[in-house]
């Protein structure tokens, strides 16, 4: 099982960015799908999550401005950010629960795309 996320970039504060992120191989099932962060000298943060029925939960930073989606069909998960800051600059990794044809449910993490904010 492989995640790939894209559509990092560059962009001025107040802008928009949409990452998606792509679910591939032996997948049986997907249950949770999520987006953390990294900044520099910082710890991994939760950003968002989606349940497979659709149920979401944001970071308070985020709320209002974020938002996650995700196209079962496609076995991929969307972040759609609004109204960026500077302080959302960081590295963006998803994850999910996934289940595969020959094993158990299991995390697994994307590569990560960079998001840089400017002022």
């Known amino acids: 099982v492989q995640l790939q996320a894209f559509g990092g970039g560059l962009v001025q504060a107040g802008g928009s960015l949409k990452l998606s992120c792509a679910a591939s191989?032996?997948?049986?099932?997907?249950?949770?799908m999520g987006w953390y962060r990294q900044a520099p000298g910082n710890q991994r943060e939760l950003v968002a999550d989606i349940s497979s029925g659709g149920r979401t939960n944001y970071a308070d930073s985020v709320k209002g401005r974020f938002t996650i989606s995700r196209d079962n069909a496609k076995d991929t998960v969307y972040l759609e950010m609004n109204s960026l800051k500077p302080e959302d600059t960081a590295v963006y990794y998803c994850?999910?629960?996934?289940?595969?044809?020959?094993?158990?449910?299991?995390?697994?993490w994307g590569q990560g795309t960079q998001v840089t904010v400017s002022s």
């Open positions: 994850n999910a629960a996934i289940a595969t044809m020959t094993s158990s449910t299991a995390w697994y």
């Open positions: 191989g032996s997948i049986f099932s997907i249950n949770a």
